[in-house]
């Protein structure tokens, strides 16, 4: 039988955010999450400076996390951290300080896997947003992945479609770019989309087969769209960036829900669930919502804190473990991929 009283810390520094969290039986105490403002100007993250930044940042933030909670690291059950997927140079920091602390602090170590932790972000308990029920289905967009997930159970995940080229994340990322946005864009777009017509200006959907997705013709048609229209008009840009991001948002929300109606077709599974940085998305909330009426189904979106990378998603994928003592032993690596 596990204790009553579960103090899970999380870990995360998969990507470029240093995190850690800790939780108390499925619930929130504290979620710390350091940003590596580095990498903007290089417009997209730099490995080798991504890890030397979780260096920097992994012990302040945990000791942030756990003075936060109000707990000593004495009162700890376990550690979790993220195994994979993510950049190598990056995973080895969270990797190497969660099993150090474990064998310091005699606890167990959880390994989790970052994709099933988006997903597990849904089981946080939080008084008002109510938890989906085996099987339903999880859209996982993020700047590394895009994938369509039946979820049978807690770690019973089996992948059912995916991007054959760029994230969906990316894909937000790079038309950024292009219209002379910082990195990440995503949020850019997003904020200038909310104010235009997204039927301004029309860009084709890709033709994939199945369940799966194309991201990267879209980009090369928003270059060769933009770069004409700046032939024509120098100013295009800034005197169009609204509906611009708008039509390009609408566009991507457009292939989601494309590939989401067919799933829900193949599989019968109406319930859904949102997950990953691009979930954070107004337009995606929004279109998700409306689909309940539409289409009857059921979705859940993330509370917006657990949407990007944070190490409260990492804690409660651990939580689960620990629960069902699917320990890591001290042998465990990181590892750049992993399977769902
Ligand atoms: O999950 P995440 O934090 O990191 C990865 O594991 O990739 O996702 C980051 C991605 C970036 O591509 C960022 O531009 C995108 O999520 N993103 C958004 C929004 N907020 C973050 N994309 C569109 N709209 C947003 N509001
Ligand atoms: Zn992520």
Redesign the pocket.
Known sequence: MPPQNIYILGIES??D?TAAAVLHNGRILSNVVATQEIHQKYGGVVPELASRAHQQNIVPVIHEALSRAGISKNELSAIAFTRGP?LMGSLLVGTSFAKSLSLGLKIPLLDVN?MQA?ILAHFIEEAEFEKPQFPFLALT?????TQIVKVSNYFEMEVIGETLDD?V??A??KS?KILGLPY????L??KYAQKGNPKAFPFPKPKVEGLNFSFSGLKTSILYFIQKQLKEDPKFIEENIEDICASI?HTIIGILMDKLKKTVKQTGIKQIAIA???S???G?RQTLKEAEAKYHWKTFVPKFEY???NAAMIAIAGHYKFISEDFADMGVTAKARIKM
Request: hydrophobic share 25%; aromatic share 2%.
């Open positions: 998969s990507c955010d993510g970052h988006h967009i993020s700047g590394g992945h994230a994340g990316e937000f990322d950024a990440p864009g995503g949020p777009v997003d948002q990953g940085g691009v954070a998305n107004s995606i949407t990007t990378d």
